[in-house]
């Protein structure tokens, strides 16, 4: 079994959390990735935290890794012009190589040019300040994470979660990306595109909540489910559930319905031999060309072209 040779690098200030996730995510992937930390000079790094940490590798390991991982700094740290040392670092990276960024590490390969023409995304907190330095960039501050080809950027903190899950699951397909969210005890799957943050204001004093409806509709996915349908459920008026729906999910009732039978229709695509009409059915699609028509929308390919990935992977 070949192990891609994953190389995460880490900055002054880095932040200690996110550069965790790679090694705890993808080391939970029955040795398919060995994960090496490393700094510009193979010396001890401060923390945004009240600790260093001390690596056993230099910026020679960017050389020999299949995919690169960009730790995020403290958002004071982030600059236009990147220190000589880290683009002498990066200068190693192969070009063939994938380059992940978790947070502000998208700043890193912003000021390094390696985001010049390409979709991307940070922590929502600083959009405004990357798009100011980096107006040229097609920021999307409202996703988790972007897969633009061989370079992908991710949110802030816990999305660096999704993007680690990602990419297993583009490698080695969803069953193995399923088993390592059930090892780290996190969700299996966030959809790039989910919003990165929802306001969220405390709930009115005994107010209801939409969860038991929600779990109550993903049992029910292939039925043709209603607004109505749904308020039924929560023994709400229909103007009080969406309006609460939307407060807790941040998407409209009709909207969650699609990206919750898209991604049933992802995973049965990815594990079963059924034919797109009989996923359509069961994810709640009224026919083949319905699904097509909203994997397209979600994720820019059709249900064959994603089904031939995903059986490549496994």
Known sequence: MRRERVVVLALDGVYPFELGI?????????????????TVDGQPVRTN???????????EVLATAGTVVIAPVSPSRVTAELPGEVAAALALIRPEARIVSICTGAFVLAAAGLLDGRKATTHWQLADLFQRMYPHIALDPDVLFVDD?????????????D?????V??????????????????????D???????????????????AATRAWALERLGEPLTLADLAGHARMSLRTFARRFKEEVGLSPGRWLIQQRVSRARHLLESSDLTVDQIAGQVGFATGASLRQHLHAAIGVSPQTYRRTFQTAR
């Not at 398919?32 to 930390?37: G, W």
């Open 192 to 210: 790039g595109g989910q919003a990165q943050y929802i306001e969220q204001p405390v709930p009115e004093q005994g107010a209801a909540s939409t």
């Open 163 to 167: 993007v680690c899950l990602h990419l």
């Open 149 to 161: 080809d061989r370079i992908l950027t991710s949110a802030g903190a816990a999305s660096g979660v």
């Open 49 to 59: 935290a009240d600790f260093g940490v001390t690596v056993d590798h230099g910026p």
């Open 22 to 38: 790679p090694s705890r995510i993808l080391g939970a992937a029955d040795g398919r990735y060995e994960v090496l930390t490393c």
């Open 169 to 190: 699951r583009k490698d080695h397909g969803s069953e193995l990306a399923n088993a390592v969210a059930r090892r780290c005890v996190v969700p299996p799957f966030r």
